[in-house]
């Protein structure tokens, strides 16, 4: 009898301690909410959206959810419906807040044609909304001659470099007149880079024949470079809203607009890589480092009836021995020439 008891007292202990180390725990549920963001052109605004609820197992919970957000541009039936109502939740403040924020990215098939981007947003993550368009909308039409795709604007040490980093030649031709007193080559307008260092001795600019208050440039010491102009970009920019230029996700790029001293509008992108090896075979005698080199796209637009001018060139950002860097253009291209680098 007492071997009996003992016996089921082991049994109970067993499976007392079964129950207490070796039972599988359930899941831990983790509650999450939909929340509509509605993307406009200054701001996002937040809205508590009812397309996916609590289940009702769940309504009495003492946890936060985990919000879920779905973003959607201003003009989504559902951003129409809830602007119409009061129950705007937050709106976003990028003074203040840092938030992941939507990109919306426009499709043909499987490749991405055209990006909408607000220049009120800075830091942030950027979160891919796609859009799907059927093949005869316009934009896929459009596409059909982009044969350039933007890669975005240069960025060094945490900053982008603006469009005055890049030197092209004047219609005037004069800033590379300038030059013509070193005993430069015929193809020095074309393939600027293999001249610097030897018969143009520094990268620095030069004071011009017409003014001696005027300095011109071809190789740019980025030291002398404003980052601060106030760009007065707005929704009726011209570059901007071009596309007869060959060019997808344009967006991507630096668009900046002044009226001062004059109307001026200026856009560039990155649209191709230049390995380090190349970028020195382009530049053999300057005595520094290719750090980077980019084949870039750049337009400009100064008003009236001409519209803007186009260049295309292989731009390399150099590091001399003093510490000193400088962004130079090592060739121009055609833009078949650039197809071979960089074509779709």
């Excluded at 200026?266 to 530049?283: F, P, R, S, V």
Aim: hydrophobic content about 35%; some cysteine.
């Amino acid at each position: 009898m007492n071997k009996l008891l003992l016996l089921l007292l082991l049994s109970l202990i067993l499976a007392f301690g079964y129950w207490l180390f070796l039972k599988p725990k359930e899941p831990e549920v983790i509650h999450s909410i939909d929340v509509a963001v509605c993307m406009t052109d200054d701001k996002l605004s937040v809205y508590e959206e009812t397309l996916a609820r609590f289940d009702e197992d769940y309504k009495d919970t003492k946890e936060r959810p985990i919000p879920n957000y779905l973003y959607f541009p201003a003009q989504h039936p559902i951003c129409i419906e809830r602007a119409k109502k009061s129950d705007i939740i937050w709106d976003y403040d990028p003074e203040t807040i840092t938030i992941e924020y939507p990109v919306l990215i426009s499709r043909c098939g499987e490749i991405a044609v055209d990006i909408t981007q607000s220049d009120s947003y800075s830091g942030g993550i950027e979160i891919p909304i796609y859009m799907d368009l059927e093949p005869d909308d316009p934009i896929c039409i459009k596409a059909k001659n982009h044969v350039f795709e933007a890669l975005g604007g240069w960025r060094h040490k945490d900053r982008i470099l603006p469009y005055e980093s890049f030197v092209t030649e004047w219609l005037s031709g004069d800033n590379f007149d300038e030059f013509y007193k070193y005993d430069v080559g015929d193809d020095f307008r074309e393939s600027p880079g293999k001249y610097f260092g030897k018969e143009i001795p520094s990268l620095e600019g030069k004071v011009s024949s017409w003014d001696s208050n005027v300095m011109v440039y071809i190789s740019v010491p980025l030291d002398t470079i404003d980052f601060d102009k106030k760009n007065e970009s707005t929704g009726q920019d011209y570059l901007r809203h071009l596309h007869t230029e060959k060019i997808r996700l344009k967006n991507y790029g630096v668009h900046f607009k002044t009226s001062e001293p004059y109307p001026l509008e200026t856009y560039y992108t990155k649209i191709g890589e230049i390995d380090q090896d190349t970028c020195h075979k382009l530049a053999p005698n300057i005595k520094g480092t290719c750090a980077e080199s980019h084949i870039v796209y750049l337009q400009k637009y100064g008003g009236g009836s001409m519209g803007p001018t186009t260049s295309i060139g292989i731009f390399g950002l150099f590091q001399l021995d003093n510490g000193k860097e400088y962004m130079v253009p090592l060739k121009y291209l055609t833009e078949k020439a650039a197809m071979k680098y960089t074509g779709l």
